[in-house]
């Protein structure tokens, strides 16, 4: 109901303030003087980030050469082939402008590839010499829930880790990062993240650029904020809703990198490990690339493509012919993530960047065309699902309408069993879906058949706004009812709030166990439960990690 207008009687209304006022006066001036422009500012700097764009296309220098990371070395012991692993802090010059303080593994920044074959043993033997906890995630990888260095395998500093497994999977380009609850996002940035690759010599397509760092290079690509002195800032992430984006790239941690090509073809790993940022990769000139391998593995046959989309935590690798003597710039151009208005500016939409050069030598090596056929079409058929599961990622950072509680097991998968997940996007804002420890197909996307350069495994998958994807899971872990797998949105910001729920994998007809007592008692040797971890356990409460001798 409106109530009638009321009226103010005729000569009810107040005097002007007499003369004497101008006191008030001078203080409504200097108010009015001092938020007006303030206001002014506010509405344009707020304009300005709306409408900004972030565009290093041109402006890259390409004066350093692209750093790569050094193979891992191992040992092997009884036939395990065994890494050691030192995380720890240092200083890095990255702009030139003097060192400043980073974060790596066996190194200042960032992490040397790990590199193992398909049928051994494995073990890797973390130390953690950062000031914080932490803990090692093995992306992509397909390991026992004990081994896989999620949030229950906190390393405290000075502690060690050992996980170990027998490798079973396809080859594949995966990689490790930090997953303790709520640092991933810092510990990335500060650039404790290397490339894990796995090698399957038995069925290794003959022809497939493989030598690493010559013709075979991980590009690892992750944008930052830097700081006037170099220094990797945090970002704002104010009203970066899907997290911080940054305005700079480092590949392979080096800013305004170019690669010396010497053979007429060359396989770049790319890797997405940025906080938020999805990009779409393509070369400068249009030239097509050859799509052979997306998350787990080889595509059955390559997909010729223009471009490449990876969003945060999923890899491509692409064979990319040279001519000699020229140049090729990588470049990723405005993804197009689905979103439109303000959410292109806070989901990075708008922005593009140049990469990476790609210098030819005067003089290249031979290298075959790329191979026909590479790998055998995943055995994923949904006709064999017991299981179907839903996921809703909702709310800005929820699944299933929760957050992350680390103490709740939200789904029991028995091994050996095939499962359909359908992963919905609720949200106005893009997310991403990944699983632990496994592979899995997308059987469809957005109500379509997937793509041919979705043809292969993945463990990480895309969701626009109002996306959907449904996914055929093989459950092909060793059964663990105490230790959980994880699956969350790869974006780091999320990620960190607990967009992330627990699976637990047990035989069948199985039970989950208590989860919370997990992280303190399993996996600390890789052995879930040894009695070497429990009383390391005690030691260090909360923390799946034994002191070092
Ligand atoms: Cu890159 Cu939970 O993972
Ligand atoms: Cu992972
Ligand atoms: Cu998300």
Redesign the pocket.
Known sequence: MTSPPVQAPHGTTPPPPPPRRGRAAVVVAVVVAVTVPVLIALVGAVALWWTGRTDTVGAVDFDRPLRVPTLAPATVEDGTRVFDLTMQTGRTDLTGRGEVETWGVDGAHLAPTLRVQRGERVRVDVRNDLPETSTL?W?GLHVPAASDG?PHRLIGPGRSWSPSWLVDQPAASG?Y?P?AHGSTADHVRRGVYGMFLVDDPASAPPGLPDDYGVDDVPVMVQDVTLAGDGSIERGSGFLDVTGPLGDQLLVNGTVGPFLDVTTEAVRLRLLNASAARVYDFVLDDGRPMDLVATDGGLLPAPVRTGSVMLSP?ERAEVVVRVEEGERVVLRSRPPDLGVAGIMVRMSGAGDRFDVLELRAADRLEPRPRTPTALAREPDVDLEDATVTRTFDLADGNQINGARMDMSRVDEVAETGTTEEWVVRNQDGMPHNF?L?GTSFVVAELAGSPPPPHLAGWKD?VLLPPGAAARLGVRHDAQPDPDAPF?Y?C?LLAH?DQGM?GQLVVVEPGGEPGDVHDASHEAGATGTAGSSEADEAASLFPGATSHPDH
């Open positions: 995630h992306h999620g990689w990062h997953h935590g990944h632990h990480t994880l969350h790869h990620h992330m």
